[in-house]
């Protein structure tokens, strides 16, 4: 089987910290056969260095838009420095205030005003080394996705105007005026789509364990989809089993609930 995890609020709980049942469980899930992939809104840059000694077979990050198993970079997508430049140019015009998640930092507009919002992803990507400021002469600045603060009939316009530009994008509501914008064809759910059929997997053969929003996709695409019980009422509805909350033991309970581990 393929078991699929996002990372926060799902492997580790709301408060960031790791229950002690979840390695265990997947180190007994490896042990018994399956096959242990982390499915991450997360771009390389920021890949989580906390699961360095799990027991993981692969990532799929940014949303899809990389897949990378068994140490290997399946496949991969991110903008040239020209479209990034354009799509940037796009942004300023229309005044978001938005971040731009790449595979080797996450950027940020220096003519974007810092708001409380701002400030919070700023200090995080400082915290991780990953902050860098956009020149136009970085050729590393090459856009991937993007995290943006607006209302919702402004996101609907970048969805239109980024679709005039020839770079599509689609916005998931991440609630609070908060939006991951992720390019149009890339989601949780196309990942484990390429993946399994790389590995000549079927949809009933995976599961995925998720909490929020961007997990629908990825739910959609598995066979079995496992809600934590700390998910929102609308992800718990289009789950095939609603587990405990991460604390609670939620991941843990699920494996054993569908006989992954004994």
């Known amino acids: 089987m393929l078991l699929f995890f996002d990372i926060d609020g799902t492997i580790f709980d709301d408060q960031r910290r790791l229950p002690e049942s979840v390695k265990p469980a997947m180190e007994k899930a490896r042990s018994n056969g399956h096959r242990l992939i982390v499915n991450t809104g997360r ?39 020209e479209k990034s430049l354009a799509l940037m140019n796009l942004n300023a015009e229309m005044k978001l205030r938005i971040v731009y998640e790449c595979d080797t930092a996450i950027y940020f507009d220096p003519r974007i005003p810092d708001d409380r919002n701002m400030r919070a992803f700023r200090d995080f990507a400082q915290q991780h080394g990953i902050a860098r400021t956009i020149r136009r002469d970085d050729p590393e600045f090459r856009i991937v996705k993007m995290f943006c603060f607006a209302d919702e009939e402004t996101i609907r316009e970048l969805e239109e105007r980024t679709k005039t530009l020839g770079m599509p994008y689609t916005a998931i509501d991440r609630g609070s005026g908060a939006w991951e914008i992720v390019p149009v064809g890339y989601s949780k759910g196309t990942g484990i789509d390429f993946l399994r059929k790389k590995l000549g997997m079927s949809r009933e053969e995976c599961f995925a364990f998720g909490d929020s929003r961007n997990d629908l996709p990825m739910f959609r695409h598995a ?26 033991d939620g991941i843990e309970k699920a494996m054993r609930h569908f006989s992954l581990i004994g």
């Open 43 to 81: 771009t390389l840059c920021n890949m989580d260095r906390r699961l360095d000694d799990f027991p993981l077979d692969g990532w799929i990050m940014g949303c899809g838009t990389r897949v990378i198993y068994q140490g290997e970079t399946l496949t991969s997508m991110e903008y040239s420095l």
């Open 223 to 248: 066979g079995h989809s496992i809600a934590m019980g700390n998910a929102s009422d609308d992800v718990k509805a289009v789950c095939t089993y609603v587990t405990a909350r991460p604390e609670e």
